[in-house]
């Protein structure tokens, strides 16, 4: 069975830090760019972080910038999304997905594979 499955996330308080790690079975991430989208209860989903696989370039939502670090190890089969200076703005469902064409943080079309999403909830 193909999937992908996220863990790490959990409740911090602002300024915290959490690790997301986006985990693949059935298949290898080599080859595939892996993006990071979140979804706030009432709000769309939204990209946050794409890293591709030919030369591990990444792209980043304006207001994470300087703040999440997204890495893979595909010797593990595994993508990360550090996130650091959590902000309460940050709260909601965070998943990853795999797309075997480009990266992407605006066309979910383009993504084959979703995890089922890890809560991360900043709050004091």
């Known amino acids: 069975q193909l999937q992908l499955v996220e863990s790490g996330g959990g409740l911090v308080q602002p300024g915290g830090s959490l690790r997301l790690s986006c985990a693949a079975s059935?298949?290898?991430?080599?080859?595939?760019?892996i993006g990071w989208f979140r979804q706030a209860p009432g709000k769309e989903r939204e990209g946050v972080s794409c890293?591709?696989?030919?030369?591990?370039?990444?792209m980043y939502k304006d207001s994470v910038k300087g703040r999440f670090t997204i890495s893979r190890d595909n010797a593990k089969n595994t993508v990360y999304l550090q996130m650091n200076s959590l902000k309460p703005e940050d709260t909601a469902v965070y998943y990853c997905?795999?797309?075997?064409?480009?990266?992407?943080?605006?066309?979910?079309?383009?993504?084959?594979?979703w995890g089922q999403g890890t809560q991360v909830t900043v709050s004091s």
């Open positions: 059935g298949f290898t991430l080599d080859g595939y760019a």
């Open positions: 997905a795999a797309s075997p064409y480009y990266c992407s943080m605006y066309e979910g079309g383009a993504y084959d594979y």
């Open positions: 890293i591709r696989s030919s030369d591990r370039s990444t």
